[in-house]
C-alpha cells in the first residue's frame, strides 16, 4: 500500500523558509515520479514541483521558480521541498503525490496523495 506522509509545515514570517519532507512507503521509490502540490482555502489544488524518476527533470510553477527546490533521498525514501523567500500567497495545504511514469507534472497524472500539511506566511 503507497503510503505519503507530509511533515514541516507551520506558521512562518514573509521571506523566511520551510522544508517539507513527504516520506515514502509501501512502493518501489525509486520508479515513480513525485509531486509536491498545494490548495489555499477556496482554491484548486495546483502544481508546484516535481521531479523525474532519474532525478534528472524538474517542474516549478512559475510562481514559485528561484524560491523552492524539490530534491530526493532515495536512500531514506524522502522527497524534500526546501521554501525559500516565503510569500503569504504561498500559505496553504501542502501534498505531496506520485506517479507512476518517468516524469510528471500535470495533476491527472498523479494518482496517490499523502494527507498534506499546512504552511502558514505571516505578512
Known amino acids: 500500500e503507497v503510503q505519503l506522509v507530509e511533515s514541516g509545515g507551520g506558521l512562518v514570517q514573509a521571506g523566511g523558509s520551510l522544508r517539507l519532507s513527504c516520506a515514502a512507503s509501501?512502493?518501489?521509490?525509486?520508479?515513480?515520479?513525485i509531486g509536491w502540490f498545494r490548495q489555499a482555502p477556496g482554491k484548486e489544488r495546483e502544481g508546484v514541483s516535481s521531479v523525474s524518476v532519474n532525478d534528472d527533470s524538474t517542474y516549478y510553477a512559475d510562481s514559485v521558480k528561484g524560491r523552492f527546490i524539490i530534491s530526493r533521498d532515495k536512500s531514506k525514501n524522502i522527497v524534500y521541498l526546501q521554501m525559500n523567500s516565503l510569500k503569504p500567497e504561498d500559505t496553504a495545504d501542502y501534498y505531496c503525490a506520485t506517479a507512476l511514469t518517468n516524469w510528471a507534472f500535470r495533476r491527472a497524472d498523479f494518482d496517490s496523495w499523502g494527507q498534506g500539511t499546512q504552511v502558514t506566511v505571516s505578512s
Open positions: 509501501g512502493f518501489t521509490f525509486d520508479a515513480y515520479a
